[in-house]
Nanobody, 114 residues
Framework: QVQLVESGGGLVQAGGSLRLSCAAS????????MGWYRQAPGKQRELVAR???????DYADSVKGRFTISRNNAKTMMYLQMNNLKPEDTAVYYC????????WGQGTQVTVSS
């Protein structure tokens, strides 16, 4: 079992920055891929950024050049640095880990005002 807890969300003006954190506990040694997803009201959950099993990174086109994903070597902390935020980035952001068994955090709200 892996437990994921997100933090760092909030209200920010367009152009501002936020840094999301995800604390992982439990069987973190079993974690292969990790990533951030988001879900806006009335929309499907979508990938924002992730580490693949091989350790490379993928980003949604909409956030490339603005968001940066990072994590520690122990895979117990993962971050999402979000710069130049736009109103369309408003969503609940979720931490995700695993492939065969997928774990999710409870989510953290990010609201970007125009």
């Amino acid at each position: 079992q892996v437990q994921l807890v997100e933090s760092g969300g909030g209200l920010v003006q367009a152009g501002g920055s936020l840094r999301l954190s995800c604390a992982a506990s439990g069987s973190t040694f079993s974690i292969s891929s990790m990533g951030w997803y988001r879900q806006a009201p009335g929309k499907q959950r979508e990938l924002v950024a992730r580490f693949t099993r091989g350790g490379s990174t993928d980003y949604a086109d909409s956030v490339k050049g603005r968001f940066t994903i990072s994590r520690n070597n122990a895979k117990t902390m993962m971050y999402l640095q979000m710069n130049n935020l736009k109103p369309e980035d408003t969503a609940v952001y979720y931490c995700n880990a695993g492939e065969i068994t997928v774990y999710w955090g409870q989510g953290t709200q990010v609201t970007v005002s125009s």
